[in-house]
């Protein structure tokens, strides 16, 4: 009897355990740079709205409550520029990851069906292609994907694990594309508010200048992870093509996929506030400018990192070979072939460990 496991790629972080076994006995302990988990205090704003929603005994509707979808809404205008939007084009949903792996499969893509994503990219949509019984294809240029249709195509600006934010010109060319073919194109933006370069900002696939004003077709995700410091309470939404968010609601509704009611009211406070958002985006411009400035001094070059939580560093060798190197100092990143075979000769730095075991790793690269 086949078993789904079996149609899944193998967990990557599981080849990464003996590296991070010995950093972890270094003298001064391990500075883990290899996920980019929030390590900053939960913002207070969140933290009493979601006190203040505790007594919350009734279930919760899939399709989230008005005023949480209505402050996603409003940070779309006010922070991305995105207009026309109705309540029925947004959907609260338990963590990006978990919509991402499962958006495929209840879209209803299936065996015949292909699945583009970048060539480098966050290994979670190859696993939703996997787990809907479809193929996927890596590929970076519309031309490269030859002459079949794909039933999703997925874009991730700034990217995980790059950095790199794509230009407004491309995302048109890919709406367009998509649009011509009947394809979805799902933007993965959950590090819209994490730019570095301020010539490249990054812009979302639903502004005006980028979709012409409409939504068919297309579908974003958004969450408040990273932005908010909220990975634990697995705040996210998707929005889009109402039609779209009507698909996935009518699945999810069978499937009992329901943020709880607390959660979306912190989700609320924490979208309708933006000091929080600017002060953690300084605390992440502080530590990546030690951090860069320490590997480029140690014959590190840094490629693309416009945006996302990461430096996309390389020695030009294989990335094992830097992966093991930097575990002797203690400091343990990812291997950039987690991400694809594109990534053989990078690894990424995440800048999300603490002010304290940030300086630690500036001290062993000394």
Excluded at 154 to 160: L, M
Excluded at 191 to 204: F, G, R, T
Excluded at 238 to 258: F, I, M
Excluded at 297 to 320: H, K, M, Q, V
Aim: charged share 20%; net charge negative.
């Amino acid at each position: 009897m086949g078993t789904v496991s079996a149609k899944l790629p193998d967990f990557p972080w599981d080849h990464l355990v003996p590296f991070a076994d010995r950093a972890r006995a270094h003298v001064d302990g391990i500075v883990d740079l290899s996920v980019g988990t929030p390590v900053d205090p939960t913002p207070a704003v969140a933290q009493e709205a979601l006190t203040a929603a505790a007594d919350n005994p009734g279930y919760p509707v899939t399709i989230g409550k008005v005023e949480t979808r209505q402050a996603a809404l409003d940070w779309m205008e006010r922070r991305l520029g995105v207009r026309g939007l109705g309540l029925d084009a947004v959907l609260p949903v338990i963590g990006s990851k978990e919509l991402i792996a499962s958006l495929a499969l209840h879209l209803g893509v299936g065996a015949r069906d292909l699945v583009v994503h970048p060539r480098l990219a966050y290994p979670t949509y190859e696993v939703g292609a996997a787990l809907a019984g479809a193929r996927s294809l890596a590929a970076d240029s519309l031309t490269s994907i030859g002459p079949e249709v794909p039933k999703i195509l997925w874009i991730n600006s700034p990217s995980n694990p790059t950095g790199k934010v794509l230009p407004i010109d491309h995302l048109k060319k890919v709406v367009d594309w998509c649009r011509d073919r009947g394809t979805i194109l799902v933007s993965d933006e959950c590090y819209i508010e994490m730019a570095w370069d301020a010539e490249k900002q990054p812009i979302s696939v639903l502004h005006p200048d980028v979709c012409g004003g409409s939504s068919e077709g297309i579908l974003t995700v958004h969450s408040l992870s990273k932005r908010s410091n909220l990975a634990g309470y697995r705040c996210a939404f998707v929005a889009g093509d109402p039609a779209l968010v009507g698909e996935l609601l009518a699945v999810r509704k069978n499937l009992g996929l329901q943020m709880p009611g607390p959660q979306q009211i912190a989700m609320v406070a924490a979208l309708d506030d933006d000091e929080h958002v600017a002060q953690q985006h300084a605390r992440y411009a502080a530590r990546r400018a030690k951090l860069r400035e320490a590997l480029e001094r140690n014959g590190f070059r840094i490629d693309d990192s416009e945006g996302s939580l990461y430096l996309w560093a390389t020695r030009e060798e294989d990335c094992w070979k830097t992966v093991s190197d930097l575990a002797d100092l203690g400091i343990l990143v990812a291997p950039g072939a987690f991400y694809g075979a594109a990534g053989h000769q990078h690894v990424r730095v995440a800048f999300t460990a603490t002010d304290e075991r940030v300086d630690a790793a500036l001290s062993r690269l000394a």
